[in-house]
């Protein structure tokens, strides 16, 4: 795990991830990778678009994905990415959901009514704190598996530096652009880490293109997952770094909220590795 101590999060990138809400980064899977990803998403695509009986033009999202391919295991804790959300969010921290989502090219003669809809992540979290501007509490982080480099190709939309504006968008205005939409323009192979409470929205499809992309969710662990998080066949495959990820159950009723060092491994290692690590 050298990698992880290589790829730290620097203090600009913490900077940007900070000012922004989300920070990009380009070029971290290799070719061989994103085709087995591709292979594996595609037959997930397949599988979920046959049983919800769904054309081959509507956009797709699965939840709880990342149990059903060895390869979705590699995107975990992989060693150019990770390395950044522990650097960000500490080590407290768990994989409370995901999603695959497929947006194939709109269907022909289909006019798109380009319908967004803007939200900050987490549902009712949004709701039922109390204190503005809201907590962090998780963040994203999106693989891209297909080129998005160019507008126009779903490309998924932010408006950098809101995640501190808790009313950014008002409840009646969603449907629309805000001012400063930006897509955010990232190539095959890069991933986006996002803070849950930057202002974002899906888009429609305008390119001939399919865009696929892989989101993983990483909350504290005391925070309940958002999804089944259908992982328990993979926690005996895994190092313990993994299944702290996996969110393998601790050895105490408190060790969510106060784990000890086996209930952490993750905190075991950054202070090995990275030295004193703080609270
Ligand atoms: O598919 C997208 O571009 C956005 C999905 C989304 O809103 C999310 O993962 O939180
Ligand atoms: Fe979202």
Redesign the pocket.
Known sequence: MDAWRDNALTEAERLTFEKDGYLMLEDVLPDDLINKLEVATDRVGDEEREAREMTPYERLSVMDFIGRDDVFMDLVDYPKVFPKVFGILGWNINIYHS?L?V?PPEEPGNVSELVRGW?Q?SGRVNAEMEFSPRPRLSL?V?YFLTDCSVDGR?N?YVVPGTHLDDNFVGKDKRKIDPEGATPVLAPRGSAVIFDRRLW????PNASQMTRK?L?YGYSYRWLRPRDNMTVAHYIDRSDSIRQQLLGAAPTGGKGFSSPLDEDVPLKVWMEENLGGVAV
Request: charged share 15%; hydrophobic share 40%.
């Open positions: 999603h989502v947006t939200h992540d994203k999106v779903a998924f974002h929205t899906a888009t992309g989101f």
